[in-house]
């Protein structure tokens, strides 16, 4: 079957200047020589120390920064300028902190329609019906459309930036550090609507975080990153029950365990 996503000896930088951009150009190597894969339907996770580059490995599968090596979205090349109305309708992105991501002053409504009117995409009437039935699918009633951000919990802001990256009804998401502002319950209840999308959807995910306990709970399949490559991939449970790679029991090593009650 065709993957989701397949990314083959990514590679890639940042160029820098010193001295504040008059000085010599330097490039700053960040991914080296990526392979990892999706299939239809899966949730891998992606962990690794801050600064080894899983948010730059999003970006690329994203089609944000440019790339060497190969980076298919269900078979198509990722990051050619003719592809990009097709591949905004299969890879969409959630990022880390929804009160960012969010014009304060709009209403969810009119944010969540907004790419289906610039797109001209049916009648007014079918926008918002598909706007109801995305509010539904995160898990809001459908009266939030009417709710400006800034009355809206940053829980119901961070479903809000998930109905807008199902609107175009994509088949993978990357999730990047999405549940990592959020306080523990909040953070629960929108990896439950993760789980639960996944069941209903069939929606694949990359789910970038430096949270193990949340990776193992969300996902099937765990990539450890250390500098800019994969040192360990497989089955969520091989990868905590018996890592092989020294960095990676380094990391499951760092988890600290919840303090006893005090006396
Ligand atoms: N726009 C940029 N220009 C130059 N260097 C950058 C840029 N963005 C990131 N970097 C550098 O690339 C490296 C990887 O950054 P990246 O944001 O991918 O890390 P990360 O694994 O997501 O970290 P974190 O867990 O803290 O989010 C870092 O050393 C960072 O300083
Ligand atoms: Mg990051």
Redesign the pocket.
Known sequence: MEKLLSMRQVSC????RSLGGLGRRVE?P?LRGIDLEIAPGEIVGLV????????????CALGLIDYSGEILIGGLRQGTGANRKEMARRVQAVFQDPSASLNPAWKAGWILEEPLRIGKAGSGAERRRRVDEILELVGLDPSYKNRRVHELSVGQKQRICIGCALMPKPRLIIA??AVSSLDVSVGAQILNLFRELNRSLGLGMLF?S?NLSLVYYLCSRIAV?KD?RIVEQGAAEEIYGSPRAAYTKALLESVPEAPGPPR
């Open positions: 930088g940042y160029v820098t700053k960040v690794g120390e801050s600064g080894c580059g899983k948010t730059t490995l999003g970006k990047d550090e970038i430096h990153m800019g």
